[in-house]
């Protein structure tokens, strides 16, 4: 069989970008100190999705509560992966687990959804500019 060439070798005799003495490449840091953004066309804000914004309201009530998802989880009857999945937008949770999440930190369903509306109006304000959904595809 043929010689096993490390990978980072094989690409420098190919590649011009320069590398640090670790055969790394740079990171370019920029202002932020972060990686440098490519220039390119602005994207359109994106109106956030209901079970983002529903997520989000949800854990600052709870925080502002100064509970954990524990603590939480357990008085909603759900579990704290579960909880936490839906503070972060990941879930698309049924009407009975946010009421049950909403009663959890002192909520009604009323209140939550009168404030998920009021963070959209807002979030729509707040960008100057209309905001574009996601796109959904058929299946």
């Known amino acids: 069989m043929g010689d096993l060439v490390p990978l980072d070798r094989h690409l420098d005799q190919h590649d ?4 640090d003495r670790a055969g790394r ?3 370019d840091r ?8 490519r220039p390119g066309p602005s994207r359109p804000v994106v109106e956030p999705l209901w079970r983002e914004v529903t997520g989000r309201r949800l854990r600052d009530r709870r925080h502002a509560l100064g509970e954990t998802l524990a603590e939480t989880s357990a008085r909603a009857g759900v579990s704290t992966q579960y909880l ?5 937008g990941l879930k ?5 687990i946010l009421a049950a999440v909403a009663g959890a930190v002192g909520l009604t ?3 939550l959804t009168t404030g998920v509306v009021n963070d959209l109006a807002s979030d729509r ?3 100057g500019s209309p905001l ?3 796109v959904a595809l058929a299946a």
Not at 16 to 19: A, K, N
Not at 84 to 88: G, Q, T, V, Y
Not at 92 to 96: K, V
């Open 16 to 19: 011009t970008v320069r590398r």
């Open 84 to 88: 936490s999945e839906l503070e972060r």
């Open 109 to 111: 369903l009323l209140d």
């Open 25 to 27: 490449r740079p990171l």
């Open 132 to 134: 574009r959904g996601p």
């Open 30 to 37: 920029g202002s932020e100190g972060g990686r440098a953004r």
């Open 92 to 96: 698309d949770p049924s009407s009975e």
């Open 125 to 127: 304000r707040v960008s």
